[in-house]
């Protein structure tokens, strides 16, 4: 079947900032909508349908092979927390003493002060209330103790996005989300803040992938456990709505090769649980040089010279 016309690929290139930036928005025509649940949290994922989501992949015989995005940490003990079995399962073999864990990441069943550090790579995305999932984790750090965690965000996989949106408004008059909505960068830091760290340490990094196709990206994300989970999710999108987004993908962000990109943003977060022996601000007022007086700098300098002084 032919698939974008030239008058459809010219009204995707037009309309395109017009709506890559609305994720997660469009018409509630899935099961469930996003209400918020108990204590006014915003319930955005199924979380039972990642669960088989990430029990599917991680069963797969080459589950390994979809985990470039991941990287392992190892410290002298370990304890490997996920929500799916058959991820725990799949876990490298490693000469460090590790116990593995089924748990949530917003119910972690560890006493308080218990651990030096914890790590947490490309999960957090995945969890309703993440100020809840910060707190827990804040909760079983020893003082002083460090949390590192690494997790999609932002502009993650814009380009998916905009084409499936773009190609399902034109083919069926409205959208759904077929993208998972991510956190913003600029929220990370108050978030850690509040749930009591401190030493906070927020970057942002950008990992292009190319592929062969739209096809290729949506096949290597269910390899990766990364379909979409929203529960306002569209069961299935015509076939027709398909190869018309593969179309607009190749035609506003195909590389000259014929391959596409898919972007995808990570943030990595570093947060510390206060302790006496940590670095502390100087107490407000005991400042002996006023910013004002920094403009003089230059004045100071070369009497400075003079007196032999450096």
């Known amino acids: 079947m032919s698939v974008g016309s030239s008058c459809l690929l ?7 900032k017009r709506l890559w930036w609305r994720t997660g928005l469009g018409l509630e025509r899935g099961r469930r909508s996003s209400s918020p649940g108990p204590g006014g949290v915003l319930n955005v ?13 991680s069963a797969q015989p080459q589950a390994a092979h979809y985990d470039y995005l991941r990287e392992e940490e190892t410290v002298e003990q370990i304890f ?21 864990i089924l748990a949530d990441e917003e119910f972690l069943p560890f ?11 490309l999960s957090l995305h995945w969890v309703n209330d993440l100020p809840k999932a910060f707190r827990q984790i804040y909760h079983i750090l020893k003082p002083d103790g460090v949390f590192i965690g690494a997790m999609l965000g932002g502009e993650t996989l814009y380009e998916l996005r905009c084409s499936l949106q773009l190609a399902e408004q034109e083919r069926e008059g409205g959208f759904s989300p077929h993208v998972s909505p991510f956190t913003a960068v600029t929220d990370l830091g108050n978030l850690l803040g509040r749930a ?3 030493m906070l340490t927020v970057d942002t990094d950008e990992i292009q992938v190319n592929y062969p196709g739209m096809f290729e990206v949506m096949e290597d994300l269910k390899g990766m456990g990364e379909s979409n989970c929203c529960w306002n999710r569209k069961p299935l999108l015509h076939r027709d709505t398909m190869v018309a987004a593969a179309a607009i993908y190749q ?5 000259g090769d014929g391959s596409v990109p898919a972007t995808f943003q990570i943030y990595y977060i570093i947060g510390w649980k206060p302790h006496d022996s940590q670095a502390k601000p100087a107490k407000r007022g005991s400042a002996t040089v006023s910013f004002g007086d920094l ?10 010279k003079r007196k032999g002084n450096t």
């Open 10 to 16: 010219a009204r995707a290139r037009s309309a395109v």
């Open 45 to 57: 994922f199924d979380r039972l349908m990642k669960r088989k989501q990430k029990n599917w992949a």
């Open 80 to 100: 490997q927390v996920d929500s799916a079995e058959n991820a725990l399962k799949n876990t490298v073999e490693s000469e460090i003493p590790t116990c593995n």
């Open 111 to 121: 006493k308080e002060d218990t651990f030096d550090l914890v790590v947490s790579s």
């Open 196 to 198: 009591g760290f401190n």
């Open 251 to 255: 035609e506003i962000y195909g590389n």
């Open 295 to 304: 403009g003089k700098v230059n004045e100071f300098v070369p009497e400075a």
